[in-house]
């Protein structure tokens, strides 16, 4: 069975009415990255960042999946799929994905201050300051932050290394190291690129490139993935 690998960006989830960090001149909700995504942020106020992130993943959970999420897990009947994704929301899962790789962290868990391995699933509730793990540290939002090291990213990147093929969609390949990935595509691989903005991006000839939202350019990759794999 053919392999797909999909990286995918935030791009694919505002297509559910979530926004994105780019599209919003750089501010999250009128708040600096640098103040509500990094450990300096953190160390600073975390009572902002736990109330950041806790709006957030009510926003998410509201979020529906998309018709491009649904399509990319129907391509599980037919390929090997991997889907590789820089969003900390589960709408891949929830429309249908088996194998999915967050680098950047799941918004709907909680981590450990004192250890990163403690993780634990959030389901309805919020973080709030006082909330402990099991060793007596405080809580923090399982994400990895601006500054931080991305622990899924060897995973990603030898998921990428035997990929037939490569779709890129709905991220502007700018944000690193999840940008990088493509480096580790063997040289036959097919790629495609899908994003409104393509055009302005700096891409070999031989990429196929569709400049159409997630859900209009489905048309399109059923048609690339018949010659693709």
């Given at each position: 069975?053919?392999?797909?690998?999909?990286?995918?960006?935030?791009?694919?989830?505002?297509?559910?009415?979530?926004?994105?960090?780019?599209?919003?001149?750089?501010?999250?909700?009128?708040?600096?990255?640098?103040?509500?995504?990094?450990?300096?942020?953190?160390?600073?106020?975390?009572?902002?960042?736990?109330?950041?992130?806790?709006?957030?993943?009510?926003?998410?959970?509201?979020?529906?999946?998309?018709?491009?999420?649904?399509?990319?897990?129907?391509?599980?009947?037919?390929?090997?799929?991997?889907?590789?994704?820089?969003?900390?929301?589960?709408?891949h899962e929830r429309g249908?994905?088996?194998?999915?790789?967050?680098?950047?962290?799941?918004?709907?868990?909680?981590?450990?201050?004192?250890?990163?391995?403690?993780?634990?699933?959030?389901?309805?509730?919020?973080?709030?300051?006082?909330?402990?793990?099991?060793?007596?540290?405080?809580?923090?939002?399982?994400?990895?932050?601006?500054?931080?090291?991305?622990?899924?990213?060897?995973?990603?990147?030898?998921?990428?290394?035997?990929?037939?093929?490569?779709?890129?969609?709905?991220?502007?390949?700018?944000?690193?190291?999840?940008?990088?990935?493509?480096?580790?595509?063997?040289?036959?691989?097919?790629?495609?690129?899908?994003?409104?903005?393509?055009q302005e991006m700096w891409?070999?000839?031989?990429?196929?490139?569709?400049?159409?939202?997630?859900?209009?350019?489905?048309?399109?990759?059923?048609?690339w993935l018949k010659t693709?794999?």
């Amino acid at each position: 069975m053919k392999k797909l690998v999909v990286l995918s960006g935030a791009g694919i989830s505002a297509e559910s009415g979530i926004s994105t960090f780019r599209d919003a001149g750089g501010l999250w909700e009128g708040h600096e990255v640098t103040k509500v995504a990094s450990p300096e942020g953190w160390n600073e106020n975390p009572a902002l960042v736990l109330d950041f992130y806790n709006q957030r993943r009510r926003q998410i959970r509201q979020a529906k999946p998309n018709k491009a999420h649904q399509f990319l897990a129907t391509l599980e009947h037919n390929f090997h799929v991997e889907i590789v994704t820089q969003n900390v929301d589960d709408l891949h899962e929830r429309g249908g994905s088996t194998r999915v790789t967050h680098l950047h962290g799941e918004i709907l868990k909680a981590q450990s201050t004192i250890d990163p391995q403690l993780v634990y699933p959030l389901d309805n509730k919020d973080i709030e300051l006082g909330d402990c793990c099991e060793l007596g540290g405080q809580l923090r939002p399982f994400i990895v932050w601006f500054g931080e090291q991305v622990p899924m990213l060897q995973q990603a990147a030898l998921q990428v290394s035997t990929a037939d093929a490569l779709l890129i969609i709905g991220t502007s390949l700018q944000v690193y190291p999840a940008a990088g990935l493509v480096q580790y595509c063997r040289p036959a691989c097919q790629i495609a690129v899908v994003d409104p903005k393509v055009q302005e991006m700096w891409l070999p000839e031989n990429y196929f490139c569709i400049a159409k939202t997630a859900v209009n350019a489905l048309p399109e990759l059923e048609d690339w993935l018949k010659t693709a794999l």
